[in-house]
């Protein structure tokens, strides 16, 4: 889980009007997390249906992960997904993941293939992350998690009428295991979070449609002990018959939570919203600039406040939704902040 987001960088830490004075609409009046899901909530593919992922589904909304139940299609309770899908997670087994086409509503793929089973009850810890379009297809790592880490990486090559799959686990836990030395005998673990990446990232997740950055930690299992922390970054290749993956990097480093430093999008409003505090704060008296500081306190707080707890509908990326959020928000402040310089220009 995210913890309390970092604020804007230290040029605007301390800055402008109180946010409950800029008429600015709350986020939680703008943005509302729905109790149930809305959409239909499976996509038929022969006598099966495919159970729709939660958080599965692409930003674009175009794609999602979904799960055949392992039981008997006709005594299936599709009532208690509809009304109460967290139970329904928790009463059915994994048979067979699909990729699924929304916009077509239909299944593209099964995958799972390349490492010849899928594990039963992993939908309980099933993320995916997607990359852009390019050329009308688009990359995806999807991974499911048990108690000691990630149980299996796939790398998912996705286009209008097909996917294709290929292992990735095996590869990345020789490139860490050689990154950290890991002694010769000793049981490690390797944990990667493709749960919680913004859409297009500068520090983690996709970057661009072919390169992937994702954090990992290792750890030493029979200690239970941490290892290491850091990113490691993926170069991703298109090929007629399977996708490939080469580790390019890996860094040991501390992974931090900064948004701001990490969503593309939201670093472009950054570096325009500090530009503009500082032009307005050259043209303020001293006794307004003292005003401008504190009021910004409060704002920064309260936007942050807000957009943590920002969801989005039961199959999106929450990550991704609090993130637009914060850029919803720091849009808004931008154009206070140039009304307010225009104003003074008018003096």
Not at 123 to 152: D, M, Q
Not at 214 to 222: K, L, Q, S
Request: glycine share 8%; charged share 30%.
């Amino acid at each position: 889980m995210r913890g309390v987001l970092i604020g804007l960088s230290v040029l605007i830490g301390i800055l402008t009007l109180p946010y409950s004075a800029s008429g600015a609409r709350s986020v939680d009046d703008e943005i509302k997390s729905p109790a149930k899901p809305e959409q239909q909530p499976w996509i038929e593919g022969g006598a099966d249906k495919g159970v729709l992922a939660r958080h599965s589904k692409s930003p674009d909304g175009r794609y999602a992960l979904a799960w055949v139940p392992a039981a008997d299609p006709a005594a299936i309770d599709w009532e208690l997904f509809k009304n109460a899908p967290d139970s329904f997670y928790e009463k059915y087994d994994l048979r067979e993941l699909w990729v699924v086409d929304l916009a077509q509503n239909r299944k593209l793929c099964s995958v799972g293939t390349s490492i010849g089973y899928v594990r039963p009850g992993s939908h309980r810890t099933l993320s995916v992350a997607w990359g852009p379009l390019e050329g009308g297809r688009r990359f995806a790592i999807a991974g499911s998690e048990w108690k000691w880490g990630t149980e299996a990486l796939l790398l998912l090559d996705i286009g209008s009428d097909n996917c294709r799959e290929t292992q990735i686990g095996q590869i990345l836990d020789g490139a860490l295991g050689a990154a950290v030395k890991k002694s010769k005998g000793e049981a490690y673990d390797f944990k990667y979070n493709i749960s919680d990446l913004p859409e297009i990232g500068l520090k983690t997740g996709f970057g661009n449609s072919t390169t992937f950055r994702i954090p990992f930690t290792v750890a030493n299992r029979e200690r239970d002990k941490p290892v290491a922390e850091g990113i490691a970054t993926l170069k991703l290749t298109r090929r007629a018959d399977t996708p490939s993956v080469t580790v390019n990097k890996v860094s040991i480093e501390q992974l931090r939570e900064d948004p701001f430093a990490d969503d593309a999008r939201l670093a472009k409003a950054d570096r325009e919203l500090n530009a503009l505090y500082l032009d307005l704060l050259r043209r303020l008296k001293p006794a307004d600039k003292e005003a401008l500081k504190t009021g910004e306190r409060d704002w920064i707080q309260q936007r942050e406040t807000e957009a943590v707890n920002v969801k989005g509908d039961y199959y999106d990326n929450n990550r991704i939704a609090s993130d637009l959020a914060l850029q919803r928000f720091t849009e808004q402040r931008i154009a206070e902040l140039r009304k307010r310089i225009d104003s003074l220009r008018k003096q």
